[in-house]
């Protein structure tokens, strides 16, 4: 997500059209659901889940760049992170 939105915001001059986000939420959550569809019931794969469902929320946003910034999206980022490292692996965001 990160190298796309970077990718995002030098080719469209740094004003990301709304239907660029939305692509790179919505690739975001494919990435976590395939990831957490390989973790069973661990509770890093249940972080994983959430983490894709608030980017497929805010990919569905009429302004998805705002909706990202929404308190449930960065708590389900916080809560991935702390899943990982109580796991033993370390994530940057």
């Known amino acids: 997500m990160k190298g796309e939105l970077v990718s995002a915001l030098q080719s469209e001059g740094g004003d990301v059209k709304p239907s660029t ?25 249940a972080a994983l889940k959430q983490f894709g469902a608030e980017a497929l929320k805010a990919a569905a946003a009429a302004d998805p760049g705002t909706a990202a910034a929404d308190p449930g999206f960065e708590k389900a980022g916080e809560d991935l992170t702390a899943a990982c490292k109580a796991a033993g692996v370390t994530v940057k965001f």
């Open 21 to 45: 986000y939305k692509k790179i939420l919505t690739d975001l959550n494919e990435k976590m659901a395939a990831v957490a569809a390989e973790g069973g019931d661990s509770k890093v794969a």
